[in-house]
């Protein structure tokens, strides 16, 4: 019997295939068109809009909505931004079928159109807080479109102009920024070495002066010391800003930076110059990234950035600052806190905000109407967001992005008005926001390209290509993990100045910790759980206990002999849960202060519930409450009943928050609306 139904299949199975192997290759009939296939419906038609969408947007977005529609526009209407009609709508977005080469020919194309069209006017050469929020706005704009892109741009304008600006003095900003706000000059930035980059004091490039000719020579000593990752050195860069170590007769001066041009008017590399491409990447592939070494390469001493020290010409050193670390640490201050790299996070911390919007406007919208499965006998199949776990999946992100939005606000905000008062501030929230935003990132584009199946794997619907091209952002301008270190090592800073001289303290947001030790209650009910000051204390409890647990740990190392570098290092565990406190403790105060300004409403009360979520999935995801005692485990199960609350509640303002994000619809993916007709027959035959 088993025999003859194994045969039985067998032939069924062998008339199928036949089937499909007999039938010609004809042109689709109305078969593909029955009445019984699926419709897409716009989720327009069923989900509730709650809250005034645009003003959502205004406080997400916060200033220069305008500049940043009319640069939309641009785009839009630019040929050489590739737009492409599917399912009816239009769609821009790189065209990442190209080669490598390619990609980066239409990087520089889209540059000269954005400049034909005035979109850098000012960018270095305006001066004041609006000037620069423009700049900021228009660059967060430019990336939603395409990421290397916005940093070629900013590797331009933010590094090497950063520079010029802040490290160099008037006759370096008279000669070099209009020029390098019109491109006449394309500009680059090399610090990084084959074998240093955070360190940047071991950099071993070194250059002399010769009095003879009042000339600096550059050289590159060995091959570690080749300038590696340079943004735009493979192609289009014909000036560089050169760190290298500065030997003046004989005594090291330390780190100092110069200009040095690298390609003439015609594009030639110049003599005694060596660049080699650094290759192919997982991302950001429209950006000619370089290695360059130097021969004795001759510059003019005038090149020299002299904002701290200077060279005579007859080759005696100049400056102020007696002690060359001293010296440094001034100028990489400048760098730091003024200009190319601490910018270089904001804009970074802020970019990968909107990467994180991007992905979770497409996968919720494909959410709201892609349906799976049926719950009953021939009933219909359940929309992806109406399954709890989908919910769980999106929305904490989500709440998530909102409460980013808000810090990336604040650091905007904080570097736009920054004084030489608030650079260590300005440094340490940063580092701080750069590591959490762009880990926050990563995370968000693997859940929503998980979140959209197949669909999620075409680059066509950006989420699953963004992954790639924003990888990148955990390691440059510094190292999430190095950063988050320095974050703790300058709150260790204040816990030590603030016990030695015996005063409260101040700054960095410590001020909580001169108050009474936060108590969190054995019985955590809903109401409890949802009251921001709740939520601010068990956040500021973590913070003030860790920071004791981890100068305790730094001091007991080094009374068994340990140096302090070395028990900083030995105490790297500690190290990183504080730095993750103070991040979240920071966002969640800025979230609080965002929602302050909103009048009683809609718009008020869904905020209520994104900063619950936001507060309650950090207590629930970080094992520091459970493992240090803030929570007990009846509280800790609290809390993730809590967040399955807040999912059920956020689910019928999903549409409306995702449309709240300051994403253009042509600047999403098909499988966002239409993702019927955007596969349809008659699509693949345009």
């Known amino acids: ?30 078969c593909l068109q029955s009445n019984s296939c699926l419709s897409y419906s716009p989720p327009e038609l069923t989900e509730s809009f709650d809250f005034d969408i645009k003003e959502m947007r205004k406080i997400l977005d916060f200033h220069n909505l305008e ?103 008037k006759r370096h900003h008279d000669k070099w920024l209009r020029d390098t706000e019109t491109f006449a000059i394309k500009g680059c930035f090399s610090m990084t070495e084959l074998g240093h980059g955070s360190n940047v004091r071991g950099i071993e490039t070194v250059t002399t002066y010769d009095s003879k000719t009042g000339e600096f020579v550059i050289n590159t000593p060995c091959e570690s010391a080749q300038k590696y990752w340079i943004g735009g050195a493979a192609n289009h860069a014909t000036h560089t800003i050169v760190f290298s170590q500065l030997n003046i007769n004989g005594v090291n001066e330390g780190v100092h930076a110069l200009i ?160 030489p008062e608030s650079a260590k501030t300005l440094h340490v929230v940063s580092s701080a926001f750069k590591a959490i935003f762009t880990w926050h990132n990563m995370r968000t584009l693997q859940e929503c390209r998980e979140a959209c199946g197949g669909q999620g794997l075409k680059t066509e619907n950006r989420v699953g290509h963004l992954k790639g091209e924003f990888d990148v952002q955990s390691t440059f301008e510094g190292d999430n993990n190095v950063l988050m270190q320095q974050v703790s090592k300058a709150l260790l800073s204040e816990y030590v100045a603030a016990k030695k ?22 019985n955590l009910t809903s109401t409890t759980l949802r009251n ?81 979520m936001y507060a309650l999935i950090c207590l629930e995801e970080d094992a520091a409450f459970l493992r240090y005692g803030y929570l007990s485990t009846d509280n800790a199960a609290a809390v993730r009943n809590e967040v399955t609350k807040l999912c059920g509640e956020l689910r019928p303002h999903a549409l409306a928050l995702v449309s709240s994000l300051g994403i253009p619809d042509a600047f999403l993916s098909p499988i966002a609306f239409n993702w019927i007709d955007a596969n349809s027959w008659s699509s693949v035959q345009k």
């Not at 003859?4 to 042109?27: C, D, G, M, Y």
């Not at 804009?347 to 349906?371: C, D, E, P, V």
Request: aromatic share 8%; charged share 20%; net charge positive.
């Open 501 to 522: 001289k015996n005063k409260p303290f101040k700054g960095l947001g410590l001020e909580h910790m001169n108050g009474p030790v936060p108590v969190i209650q054995s």
């Open 67 to 169: 500049d940043r529609d009319w640069l939309f526009g641009v785009i839009k209407q630019g040929r050489v931004f590739n737009g492409k009609e599917r399912g009816g709508r239009l769609f821009v977005s790189p065209d990442y079928n190209q080669t490598m080469e390619q990609q980066r020919e239409m990087t520089m194309k889209r540059i000269e159109y954005l400049l034909e069209r005035g979109a850098f006017d000012g960018w270095l050469t305006k001066k004041g807080v609006e000037a620069e929020l423009k700049k900021l706005a228009l660059l967060e704009a430019i990336q939603i479109f395409d990421h290397s892109l916005a940093i070629k741009i900013g590797v331009h304008f933010f590094l090497w102009g950063g520079a010029i600006q802040f490290m160099g003095t």
């Open 260 to 419: 040095a041009q690298i390609r003439d008017v015609n594009g030639n590399i110049c003599p005694n110059i060596c660049i080699a491409d650094c290759g192919h990447k997982i991302g950001l592939n429209g950006v000619d990234n370089g290695r360059i070494w130097f021969d004795n390469v001759r510059i003019p001493r005038e090149n020299l950035l002299n904002s701290v020290a200077d060279v005579s010409p007859d080759g005696q050193y100049l400056s102020a600052i007696k002690d060359q670390d001293q010296v440094i640490l001034f100028q990489l201050s400048r760098v730091f806190f003024l200009a190319p790299l601490t910018s270089g996070r904001v804009t970074i911390a802020t970019s990968a905000i909107y990467s994180s919007k991007i992905g979770l406007a497409i996968a919720i919208r494909y959410a709201l109407s892609r349906r799976a499965f049926s719950i009953t006998p021939n009933g219909p199949e359940v929309l992806l967001l109406d399954y709890p776990s989908h919910q769980r999946r999106l929305l904490p992100l989500l709440a998530k992005s909102y409460a980013m939005s808000f810090g990336g606000n604040y650091l905007k905000m904080m570097y736009v008005n920054r004084t």
């Open 532 to 612: 921001s000051q709740f939520q601010m204390n068990a956040h500021c409890l973590r913070e003030r206990d860790l920071l004791n647990r981890f100068a305790a740990e730094v001091s007991l190392y080094q009374s068994k002999g340990e140096s302090k570098e070395r028990a900083f290092i030995l105490s790297y565990q500690l190290a990183e849960d504080l730095g993750r406190a103070f991040s979240d403790r920071a966002i969640l105060q800025t979230f609080i202060d965002a929602e302050a300004n909103v009048s009683a409403g809609s718009l008020k009360n869904v905020l209520g519930l994104l900063r619950s």
């Open 1 to 30: 019997m088993a025999q003859e139904s194994s045969i039985n299949t067998a032939s069924r199975r062998t008339r199928i295939l036949n089937n499909h192997l007999v039938q010609s290759p004809s042109k689709p009939t109305s």
